[in-house]
């Protein structure tokens, strides 16, 4: 009936923050990557691409910190999360 698909994991876009890439990328090494699906990795691109916008203008905004870590609490990234 349903079959299961791996989902696609997206590349790193060449334009984020270094650190925000690294974040990205450290989601990909992690064991918890495996229970990600496509949804997952599309939330994470979002975070990712807010938090690179965040780190290259001039003023780091602090109102974006929290429902950015909120977001990462969900994908498990932080572990107290785990």
Same mark, same amino acid.
């Given at each position: 009936? =349903?079959? =299961? ?14 650190? @925000? ?7 990909k090494d992690s064991?918890?990557?495996? =229970? ?7 939330t994470a691109v979002?975070?990712?691409e807010a938090m ?7 003023? =780091? ?16 990234? @932080?572990?107290?999360?785990?």
């Open positions: 009936m =349903f079959g =299961f698909f791996p989902p696609t994991v997206p590349r790193a876009s060449g334009d984020w923050h270094p650190i @925000a890439k690294r974040w990205f990328q450290s989601l064991g918890q990557a495996q =229970f990600y699906k496509q949804s997952d990795w599309l979002y975070v990712t690179s916008r965040n780190l290259t203008q001039g003023k =780091f905004s602090t109102r974006f910190f929290q429902p950015a870590m909120s977001a990462m609490t969900g994908l498990l990234a @932080a572990e107290g999360a785990r």
